[in-house]
């Protein structure tokens, strides 16, 4: 009996394993994800999709068909970039592969179709303007924020090689402060240098700066009678975003609807 049972254990432990692949296996994002994914319990990393000559002795393909037919993923986590990035994940779904989107650049009418397409199939996703726990809580905080305030600006910093902006976590963040209150952003009688003030969205301001050196720092600004609040986020290694990743992954294999931001899930 007691051999039985831990018989039993074991396969409880086994069919509880995620078995997740990753999408941009090559980049920074995919490669500590890999390592993350290596190194975690209740987790295993299957496979990467590559665009560039794979390896199979480091369990990487350069077909998305391949990859699933042969590792067999419940989980698949996407690093790559748009609007390529939406053709993977859409293709994941209808084969019943979950996927959790880390890649910038999604607008609504990108997350419409990914929502139709897991009604469809009946599976889930998540989509993460940020795994870094921090920034999932600074955007709370300036939700909180921004109905007692007539005034809010962002200021994002990234690392030089970043392909969009503003980024996926600022637009979230207008989105949001956007969403608590209407706010009417008030533009400057003359500019000397073109679009001095930088984007707005939802009446937010949002100024993007890709420098060396850095990894990620987002500030959120708000302005009010006589007061000003900041709210601000530093990372300072990609570290900082796995265990959201983990998160998200444990959470996604069995999700049967579309999830946007780590909150529901945390």
Known sequence: MPGRRASESGARMAQAVVRTAIAGVRGKMGRAAAAALTRAPGVRFVGGLTHGRADPSRLEYDELDMLIEQTRPA???????????LDIVLHAVRQGVRPVIGTSGYRAADLNRLR????QAGVGAVHVPNFAIGA??????AEIAAKHFTSAD???IHHAG???APSGTARATAGR???ARLYQRRFAGRASAGRALGATID???VHSLRLKGIVASQEVLFGGEAETLSIRH?????????AGVLAAVRAASTLTHCVEGLEELL
Request: hydrophobic letters at 45%; one cysteine or more; glycine letters at 10%.
């Open 154 to 156: 962002i200021i994002e």
């Open 136 to 141: 999932v809580l600074m955007m709370r905080f």
């Open 177 to 179: 402060i956007g969403a």
């Open 162 to 164: 970043k392909k969009d």
């Open 116 to 119: 139709a397409a897991c009604r």
């Open 75 to 85: 989980v698949l986590v996407d690093f790559t970039s748009m609007p390529g990035s």
């Open 203 to 205: 009446g937010v301001g």
């Open 234 to 242: 530093e990372t300072y290694s990609r570290e900082s975003f796995m």
